[in-house]
């Protein structure tokens, strides 16, 4: 969805992102089925995803590329709930895009 500041929104994720030192991509080209499938295919272990209901409660969707689980976090604690599965695991990164 590009609107209601979504992309704003997915570009300060991706620029916080980053500034933790977590390696991150902007992607919002295709349906997000096709970007998930993107990113599992370039091997990225979690997608995070800026939806409308982000605007309502400031959270994101994040989906695991191994589990495909999905869950709700915090935009003030993605870097952190990154790190936690990260586990200091360098080049570990994230995919962030409306």
């Known amino acids: 969805v590009k ?6 929104i997915a570009h300060r994720i991706h620029a916080d992102l ?3 030192a977590i390696p991150a991509f902007y992607d919002e080209s295709g349906s997000i ?6 990113q599992d295919e370039a091997g990225t ?10 605007n309502e409660d400031d ?13 709700r976090v915090s ?12 586990g200091g695991q360098p080049g570990s990164s994230a995919a962030a895009g409306p």
């Open 33 to 38: 089925g096709r970007r998930y499938r993107r």
């Open 18 to 20: 980053k500034a933790a």
């Open 59 to 71: 959270t994101v969707t994040i989906r695991d590329r191994d589990s495909l689980e999905q869950v």
């Open 75 to 86: 935009t003030d604690r993605i870097a952190e709930w990154v790190e936690e599965r990260r």
């Open 3 to 8: 609107k209601d500041g979504l992309p704003e």
């Open 45 to 54: 272990p979690w997608c995070v995803t800026v939806d409308g209901q982000t």
